[in-house]
């Protein structure tokens, strides 16, 4: 149901906010966004980049993600 779903996207957001960084997925998910919209905002640049993890595992800094939202001063800029 409609309110199953918003728990589980709130229990979602909850348990990544004690995260350092996330997936493609939980990062569009944190935003609530598809992840087709969240990967074709990270294209037009509106978005961080994913880091590189072991050469081969993209993630999301959950502060970048939150710097964005926040406006807050953060190392890599974006186009807007």
Known sequence: TSRTRKIDHLMLARSAINKLAVGETEAAR??????????????????????????????????KLEAVLTGANIEEEFET
């Open 30 to 63: 944190l935003l609530s966004l598809t992840t087709r919209e969240f990967v074709e905002l990270v294209h037009a640049g509106s978005l961080p980049r994913p880091e590189l993890i072991g050469g081969k595992h993209e993630r999301w800094t959950v502060a």
